[in-house]
């Protein structure tokens, strides 16, 4: 029987496999970009060199020293209601600094405070079902939002201050004094140039009266971390401000008892002179007006921020809310605002940064924080570059840390997602 033979295909030449092929270097993406950064990174550093040159070489010419030594002389004035005095031996540029960074501080502080509390109330109050209140915090709003600060803050300065109601502080006019029931001692000394409030005298024990209250604020936060997760993990009541404040008063007052009382009240009272105010904590008419005059205007951009967040909130959550019966205010407390906080905080801290920046424009009312104090120090003949390099690097540093310190608190508000 004949084999019979297998039919295959005829054979194919193989063809070459085919490779990609490279596009020249000069068409190639990878290496354009590359190209791209470094050309633009030289012209940068072209630009800072030719600038930095001018700048030497003019302050050479006219005989400017570039170095920073001078931050170690005298002043040569006195900064107003602040303890510093020219004339002490330790009077320095440098503690000048210090004393407005100071200021800066207790400015932003107080400000940033009052503004969330503030913005947050007329927000929700430009939400409200009472036309009245809607209406005047929409006012409110519209108002101060399209008003540059720095005329919000010479209108307060001159309004509430120079030609305002407020008593004269002079031994012929002696200001307004509100003083605590049944005591000679005083809440509360007002005039149109200072202003007296009751704070804490330490002796040579606080300092470590203070450092246990740092310690014991930790702990307190330790334990209101404690009762969150309890009431997440177990359904029972929380009550993280019960146990958090007794934690902390609690070893406050051990603390205080062990010491001898290191910390007493100190009240304000009018010299005998009758032209300033010793104990308590007084401040001046420049700092009231530039933080009240920011306050107002910074909350306006807050109440904003607050308002599109709570109408970002489902829908639903309101809905689940009023099935629940809870309360108008147990309804923003636990529902609504929790929720808008982790929408507004990121614009928030915008505005929070531009309250500590804007406190530059103290000038208009005389406080003497640290761009006022630059300009004094560069009017008495201190270096200008030197001085506006430093005034640069504090607001910096300022910025830097409030973000450091939000961005922390957005990340924890954060939700997590599940994979």
Same mark, same amino acid.
């Given at each position: 029987?004949?084999?019979?033979?297998?039919?295959?295909?005829?054979?194919?030449?193989?063809?070459?496999?085919?490779?990609?092929?490279?596009?020249?270097?000069?068409?190639?993406?990878?290496?354009?970009?590359? /190209?791209? *950064?470094?050309?633009?990174?030289?012209?940068?550093?072209?630009?800072?060199?030719?600038? *930095?040159?001018?700048?030497?070489?003019?302050?050479?010419?006219?005989?400017?020293?570039?170095?920073?030594?001078?931050?170690?002389?005298?002043?040569?004035?006195?900064?107003?209601?602040?303890?510093?005095?020219?004339?002490?031996?330790?009077?320095?540029?440098?503690?000048?600094?210090?004393?407005?960074?100071?200021?800066?501080?207790?400015?932003?502080?107080?400000?940033?405070?009052?503004?969330?509390?503030?913005?947050?109330?007329?927000?929700?109050?430009?939400?409200?079902?009472?036309?009245?209140?809607?209406?005047?915090?929409?006012?409110?709003?519209?108002?101060?939002?399209?008003?540059?600060?720095?005329?919000?803050?010479?209108?307060?300065?001159?309004?509430?201050?120079?030609?305002?109601?407020?008593?004269?502080?002079?031994?012929?006019?002696?200001?307004?004094? +509100?003083?605590?029931?049944?005591?000679?001692?005083?809440?509360?000394?007002?005039?149109?140039?200072?202003?007296?409030?009751?704070?804490?005298?330490?002796?040579?024990?606080?300092?470590?009266?203070?450092?246990?209250? +740092?310690?014991?604020?930790?702990?307190?936060?330790? /334990?209101?971390?404690?009762?969150?997760?309890?009431?997440?993990?177990?359904?029972?009541?929380?009550?993280?401000?019960?146990?958090?404040?007794?934690?902390?008063?609690?070893?406050?007052?051990?603390?205080?008892?062990?010491?001898?009382?290191?910390?007493?009240?100190?009240?304000?009272? /009018?010299?005998?002179?009758?032209?300033?105010?010793?104990?308590?904590?007084?401040?001046?008419?420049?700092?009231?007006?530039?933080?009240?005059?920011?306050?107002?205007?910074?909350?306006?951009?807050?109440?904003?921020?607050?308002?599109?967040?709570?109408?970002?909130?489902?829908?639903? *959550?309101?809905?689940?809310?009023?099935?629940?019966?809870?309360?108008?205010?147990?309804?923003?407390?636990?529902?609504?605002?929790?929720?808008?906080?982790?929408?507004?905080?990121?614009?928030?801290?915008?505005?929070? +940064?531009?309250?500590?920046?804007?406190?530059?424009?103290?000038?208009?009312?005389?406080?003497?924080?640290?761009?006022?104090?630059?300009?004094?120090?560069?009017?008495?003949?201190?270096?200008?570059?030197?001085?506006?390099?430093?005034?640069?690097?504090?607001?910096?540093?300022?910025?830097?840390?409030?973000?450091? /310190?939000?961005?922390?608190?957005?990340?924890?508000? *954060?939700?997590?997602?599940?994979?």
């Amino acid at each position: 029987m004949a084999e019979t033979e297998s039919l295959s295909p005829p054979a194919t030449p193989s063809s070459p496999a085919s490779t990609p092929t490279r596009p020249p270097f000069w068409r190639n993406i990878k290496i354009l970009r590359i /190209v791209a *950064q470094v050309v633009t990174l030289g012209i940068v550093v072209g630009i800072v060199y030719v600038l *930095q040159s001018n700048l030497l070489n003019n302050l050479n010419r006219l005989g400017i020293s570039t170095d920073f030594d001078f931050i170690y002389s005298s002043p040569g004035f006195t900064v107003r209601d602040s303890g510093f005095d020219a004339q002490a031996p330790d009077a320095t540029v440098w503690r000048m600094i210090l004393v407005g960074v100071r200021n800066t501080a207790a400015a932003s502080v107080v400000g940033i405070t009052l503004a969330i509390v503030l913005g947050t109330l007329v927000g929700i109050g430009r939400l409200s079902t009472n036309w009245v209140l809607r209406k005047l915090a929409a006012l409110y709003v519209e108002t101060f939002r399209n008003i540059p600060p720095l005329v919000i803050i010479i209108f307060v300065g001159t309004a509430l201050f120079t030609a305002g109601p407020l008593p004269l502080f002079t031994p012929a006019n002696p200001p307004g004094e +509100l003083k605590i029931p049944g005591t000679d001692s005083n809440f509360l000394i007002y005039s149109n140039t200072r202003l007296g409030i009751p704070s804490f005298m330490n002796d040579e024990r606080s300092g470590i009266f203070w450092l246990v209250m +740092l310690v014991a604020a930790a702990i307190a936060a330790l /334990v209101w971390r404690w009762r969150t997760k309890v009431n997440e993990q177990t359904g029972q009541d929380h009550h993280r401000v019960l146990y958090s404040l007794g934690t902390l008063l609690g070893i406050g007052l051990i603390a205080f008892l062990a010491l001898g009382g290191p910390v007493q009240f100190s009240f304000p009272a /009018v010299s005998e002179s009758g032209r300033i105010i010793e104990g308590g904590l007084a401040t001046n008419d420049g700092y009231l007006a530039l933080t009240l005059a920011l306050v107002l205007y910074t909350a306006s951009h807050i109440a904003e921020i607050i308002r599109g967040s709570i109408l970002a909130v489902a829908k639903g *959550q309101n809905e689940a809310a009023n099935a629940l019966a809870l309360s108008s205010f147990q309804r923003y407390r636990f529902i609504v605002l929790p929720q808008a906080a982790r929408i507004a905080l990121p614009s928030i801290i915008n505005q929070f +940064l531009n309250f500590t920046k804007n406190t530059s424009l103290a000038t208009a009312v005389a406080y003497p924080e640290i761009t006022a104090l630059t300009q004094s120090l560069i009017g008495n003949d201190q270096p200008a570059p030197q001085m506006i390099l430093i005034l640069m690097l504090l607001y910096l540093s300022f910025s830097l840390a409030i973000s450091f /310190v939000l961005n922390i608190v957005n990340r924890r508000f *954060q939700l997590e997602g599940r994979t």
